[in-house]
């Protein structure tokens, strides 16, 4: 079976740009997250979704970051405007529901110059 | 809240030498604990789980791992490491009333030198 697929893989842009991350999960997978690793540190869940409702957004920076996953199915995360220490990994897993082994994608790594 | 604690960021080993990565965590419910793999520019990938049952936990590519609930930890052990297993090693824990939200350690290098 097709895995989690992102897009673009790498993007740099300016401070005070906007970036969006496009993840695709597998398919018939409820459960979607958007992790965020910096570099030397393990990821971070910015949030979970479970179809097209948000399970938890506690520590997603709400003042800069979004998420949507309309329809249920793929996801976009943006940045906007972006800062330096914003430069990571963007990993998107999925899970065929809460509770099962989540599948992540290779990562949208990002870098803010 | 949920932590998770590995104690060594670097472990250099030799090939075919035994190793040990360690992982501590703290919760205050029961959790579901697991390790992945992440290569160079590679997503993560799991590598084994423990919800429940036998506390010693079987993986791929030999690794195996034993949950110990008193001393809240769930170590990874290969007997004899291969080249191929140089990677960053990650020790995640969900608490099992949560969904699976993981949370993640700061990671493990392994380096296996020949």
């Known amino acids: 079976e097709a895995g989690v697929a992102q897009s673009p893989r790498y993007k740099i842009i300016e401070k005070r740009q906007s970036v969006a991350f496009w993840c695709n999960p597998i398919?018939?997978?409820?459960?979607l997250y958007w992790y965020q690793q910096i570099l030397g540190q393990g990821p971070k869940l910015l949030i979970q979704?479970?179809?097209?409702?948000?399970?938890?957004d506690s520590q997603l920076p709400k003042d800069r970051f979004s998420a949507e996953r309309l329809k249920g199915v793929d996801s976009t995360l943006k940045i906007q405007p972006a800062k330096l220490e914003d430069s990571a990994v963007y990993l998107c897993?999925?899970?065929?529901?809460?509770?099962?082994?989540?599948?992540f994608g290779q990562g949208t790594r990002l870098t803010v110059v | 809240a949920q932590s998770v604690t590995q104690l060594d960021s670097q472990v250099p080993v030799f090939e075919e030498a035994p190793v040990e990565l360690r992982c501590n965590y703290s919760?205050?419910?029961?959790?579901?604990l697991f390790w992945y793999v992440q290569y160079p520019n590679q997503g993560l990938q799991l590598l084994l789980k423990?919800?429940?049952?036998?506390?010693l936990v079987k993986g791929i590519n030999g690794f195996e791992a034993e949950f110990n609930k008193s001393q809240t930890s769930f170590h990874l052990r290969k007997p004899s490491v291969h080249i191929s297993d140089t990677a960053e090693y990650f020790c995640?824990?969900?608490?099992?009333?949560?969904?699976?939200?993981?949370?993640f350690g700061g990671g493990t290098r392994l380096m296996v030198k020949p």
């Open positions: 897993a999925s899970s065929y529901r809460q509770g099962t082994e989540a599948f």
């Open positions: 398919s018939g997978h409820a459960t």
């Open positions: 979704f479970q179809n097209n409702g948000v399970v938890d």
């Open positions: 919760s205050s419910v029961s959790v579901y």
């Open positions: 423990y919800l429940s049952g036998s506390t």
């Open positions: 995640a824990v969900s608490e099992n009333n949560a969904g699976n939200m993981l949370t």
